[in-house]
Nanobody
Framework: VQLVESGGGSVQAGGSLRVSCIGS????????MGWFRQAPGKEREAVAV???????NYADSVKGRFTISYDNAENILYLQMTSLKPEDTDMYYC??????????????????WGQGTQVTVSS
């Protein structure tokens, strides 16, 4: 299984950005996929997760601003980010798991990880 993120970059506060994660090396959509972020010296935190059944769960800090979605045909996970704030600056990682369980905002639940894409929001 490979997950490759792209689309990160620099944006001013209030702007928008969409990051993508292309999955390969597997058959069938993962039960759970998600976006996580981590700053140097800090713990990885969940941003948003998406179940195979379409269920979503967002961190309180991004609710109403970020939207997670999946393109079944292309095996691409997206995170659309709007109204970006400087505190959204982080390395963003996508992750996947075949757990056949509820998709939680919990990094240990996810087995496969990408290498990350940097998002920087300036004030």
């Amino acid at each position: 299984v490979q997950l490759v993120e792209s689309g990160g970059g620099s944006v001013q506060a209030g702007g928008s950005l969409r990051v993508s994660c292309i999955g390969s090396g597997y058959n069938g959509r993962p039960d759970c996929m998600g976006w996580f972020r981590q700053a140097p010296g800090k713990e990885r935190e969940a941003v948003a997760v998406l179940g195979e059944n379409g269920s979503t769960n967002y961190a309180d800090s991004v609710k109403g601003r970020f939207t997670i979605s999946y393109d079944n045909a292309e095996n691409i996970l997206y995170l659309q980010m709007t109204s970006l704030k400087p505190e959204d600056t982080d390395m963003y990682y996508c992750a996947a798991s075949w757990t056949r369980a509820t998709c939680y905002l919990s990094p240990p639940q996810y087995i496969y990880w990408g290498q990350g894409t940097q998002v920087t929001v300036s004030s």
